[in-house]
C-alpha cells in the first residue's frame, strides 16, 4: 500500500510559481515513474508531466517550457516547479505512483 500526500497549492497571480511536492509512503517509490495531472472545473482529468525511474522526463504540450517534474528517491517526494502561470493552469493537481494517487492539491492563478 502506498499513500501519497500533495502540497504546495495556492493562490498566485498570473506570471508566478509554484512548487507543488508529492510525498509518498512506503518501499517501492524508486522503482516506478511518477505523474502529474489536473483536472480543471468541468473538465476531465489531464495529463501534465511524467518523469520515470531514470530521470527521464515528458511533458504535456501546453506546459512545456514552464514546468519541470524532478523526484528525490532518498526522500520519496516527486516536485512540480511551476513557472509562468496562466489562468488556463488553474485546477486541482494530482500525483500518480504506479496505481496510487494522491487527494489532489488546488492551483488557483488569478489576479
Known amino acids: 500500500q502506498v499513500q501519497l500526500v500533495e502540497s504546495g497549492g495556492g493562490l498566485v497571480q498570473p506570471g508566478g510559481s509554484l512548487r507543488l511536492s508529492c510525498a509518498a509512503s512506503?518501499?517501492?517509490?524508486?522503482?516506478?515513474?511518477m505523474a502529474w495531472y489536473r483536472q480543471a472545473p468541468d473538465q476531465q482529468r489531464e495529463w501534465v508531466a511524467t518523469?520515470?525511474?531514470?530521470?527521464?522526463?515528458a511533458y504535456a504540450n501546453s506546459v512545456k517550457g514552464r514546468f519541470t517534474i524532478s523526484r528525490d528517491n532518498t526522500k520519496k517526494t516527486g516536485y512540480l516547479q511551476m513557472n509562468s502561470l496562466k489562468p488556463d493552469d488553474t485546477a486541482i493537481y494530482y500525483c500518480?505512483?504506479?496505481?496510487?494517487w494522491g487527494q489532489g492539491t488546488q492551483v488557483t492563478v488569478s489576479s
Open positions: 500518480q505512483l504506479n496505481i496510487y
Open positions: 512506503g518501499s517501492t517509490f524508486s522503482i516506478y515513474a
Open positions: 518523469i520515470d525511474r531514470y530521470g527521464g522526463t
